[in-house]
């Protein structure tokens, strides 16, 4: 079965630098880019920028570039989204996904079960 | 313009059949993918390139486009069908990917 598995939640402080995992499983890992979305308290989702594993090209949203850093370990099939600093605005549910891309088509599956970082 | 467009809340009786819509210019040029998300869940995609049901999707879910505007249809809702459904589609660089805000869709 393909899956993401993430770390766990986290509480953190202003200023404090945190890094969050997803793994994949069932799956190629290097094959397929890994996005990760950030979706705030009754907000919607916004992408946060795609890895693609095997060969670490990453692309960010605008709105993210400079303020978090994706990396990719694909010998242990994880990527990371990671912070210097945290402020109170990056409290959200980061979930990370799976892009597919089929025949033209691109679509995210599937996704992680999600990672609630709360700053405060 | 790469953004995304849906009404906030739709309801739906028990049995009957409801449509949520998703509008940007990007659909002109880029297929519409939808999502549905229970709370505390992770999302599942539910139809992909505008009209494909992945496997072990039930056939009441069913997608369409048309011009700058896709949609999702439920034909006989279940209560299990109660969630929040997002569109996504790529950006205007074909490279990154834009979200609806999503559809709170209740069963009555």
């Known amino acids: ?7 766990g939640a986290e509480v953190k402080k202003p200023g404090e630098s945190l890094k969050i995992s997803c793994q994949g499983s069932g799956y190629r890992f290097s094959s397929n880019w890994i996005a990760w979305v950030r979706q705030k308290s009754g ?3 916004e992408l946060m920028g795609i890895i693609f594993p095997a ?3 990453i692309k960010y949203s605008p709105s993210f ?6 990396s990719v370990d694909k010998s242990i099939s994880t990527a990371y989204l990671q912070w210097s600093s945290l402020n109170a605005s ?3 549910i980061y979930y990370c996904a799976r892009l597919l ?3 033209g088509n691109r679509w995210f599956d599937p996704w992680g079960p999600g990672t609630p970082v709360i700053v405060s | 313009s790469s953004e995304l467009t849906q009404d906030p809340a739709v309801s739906v009786a028990l049995g009957q059949t409801v ?7 990007i659909l002109r040029t880029y297929s519409a993918n939808w999502y549905q998300q229970r709370p505390g869940q992770a999302p599942i995609v539910v139809i992909f390139g505008s009209n494909n049901r992945p496997s072990g999707i039930p056939d009441r879910f069913s997608g369409s486009s048309s011009g700058n505007t896709a949609s999702l249809t439920i034909t006989g ?5 109660e969630a929040d459904y997002f569109c996504h589609s790529r950006d205007s660089s074909g490279d990154l990917y834009v979200f609806g805000d999503g559809t709170t869709v209740t069963v009555l």
């Open chain 1, 55 to 57: 060969d670490s090209d």
């Open chain 1, 101 to 103: 891309m089929v025949r």
């Open chain 1, 1 to 7: 079965e393909v899956q993401l598995a993430q770390s």
């Open chain 1, 65 to 70: 570039e400079g303020q978090v850093t994706i």
């Open chain 1, 90 to 92: 990056d409290t959200a």
């Open chain 2, 77 to 81: 809702a279940l209560a299990e069908d």
């Open chain 2, 19 to 25: 449509r949520i819509t998703c509008q940007g210019d």
């Open chain 1, 43 to 45: 907000k919607g989702r």
